[in-house]
């Protein structure tokens, strides 16, 4: 029996037909997600049709400086994409249970594969502002969870495993493209934080004891849910900053958006690369 999604608004699959009329019946096979000030990356889509967050029944809108607040479903590279240009924070006071509508409605769309983006601060000297992160394994220490409620069984097992849950297959594609184009792509562990604060010296210190070489304060939630849902996930974090006590530069949100400003070329590169790699591979239906 499928229990109803208790205190959960919106229906996946009400929102993607919503999205596939508005772009003609395509069917996108990635989904996108841009986190903050990697928002102008959903200007290379061509032929795009987009929604403002505001028009889909259930949709919080987002509040943060940076975040647009709309999906788009347009070409790159060949590939049919749909993109949400601004996310969900915990952070902006939502139920975490709300990450579930937005991340379902990929799923109901019929994406083989979800690339997620993040702003994040690096703990690692080498990889420093502006340099791309590939997210390899999470550390959730944002002392919640979106599928924390009553389980909805029609998308997924009460118990969800995260072993792989950044898809070693589509890991090893983004480094292979990266390589052809000359981008280091780092590899590392992204520790999840609530925020809205930045974190103490002390925490930092904390953290990369931990095994964290990149903080930040999204993606994990979004990635929770994907996986629940079946979805294949890649996520790649754009390094804005190195992380409190790390060097002279204070961290402030200004700081995150011009180290985003950076990254965005390189991400932009990559981004294009990986939605071509999908064009040139037979789809579900083939
Ligand atoms: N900490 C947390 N979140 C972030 C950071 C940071 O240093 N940079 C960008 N997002």
């Given amino acids: 029996m499928s229990l109803p999604s208790a205190g959960v608004p919106g229906d996946p699959a009400a929102v993607a037909a919503l999205l596939r009329e508005r772009a003609g019946g395509r069917t996108p096979r ?40 709309r999906f ?7 590939t049919t994409v749909a993109c949400m240009q601004g996310r969900f924070h915990l952070y902006e006071g939502l139920a975490p249970a709300v990450i579930q509508l937005p991340i379902r409605t990929f799923a109901a769309l019929g994406v083989e594969a979800l690339l997620l983006t993040n702003a994040a601060g690096s703990l690692r000297a080498e990889a420093g502002p502006g340099s791309l992160m590939l997210i390899t394994d999470h550390i959730n220490l944002m002392g ?4 924390v409620g009553p389980n909805d069984d029609a998308w997924g097992e009460r118990f969800t495993g995260l072993e792989n ?11 292979g493209l990266a390589a052809g184009l000359g981008i280091h ?11 809205p604060v930045f974190e103490t010296p002390a925490e930092i210190r904390a953290y990369r004891i931990l095994g964290a070489d990149a903080v930040g304060m999204s993606t994990v939630p979004e990635v929770i849910v994907a996986r629940h849902a079946g979805l294949r996930v890649a996520a790649i974090s754009a390094i804005t900053n190195l992380a409190v006590g790390m060097s002279e530069v204070p961290v402030d949100h200004a700081q995150t958006l011009r180290g985003a400003a950076i990254a965005a ?22």
């Fill in 30 to 69: 990635l989904g996108i997600v841009l986190g903050s000030g990697l928002g102008g990356l959903a200007d290379i889509l061509q032929e795009a049709v987009s929604v403002p967050y505001a028009e889909i029944p259930g949709f919080p809108t987002s509040t943060v400086a940076g975040h647009a607040g």
């Fill in 72 to 78: 788009l479903v347009g070409e790159l590279e060949g």
């Fill in 144 to 147: 919640s969870n979106p599928l």
């Fill in 265 to 286: 070329a390189d991400l932009t590169r990559l981004v294009r690369a990986f939605a071509g790699s999908f064009a040139s591979e037979p789809g579900p239906g083939a």
């Fill in 165 to 175: 849950a950044y898809d070693q297959a589509l890991r090893s594609r983004l480094l």
């Fill in 185 to 195: 792509l780092h590899e590392g562990v992204y520790c999840a934080l609530l925020g």
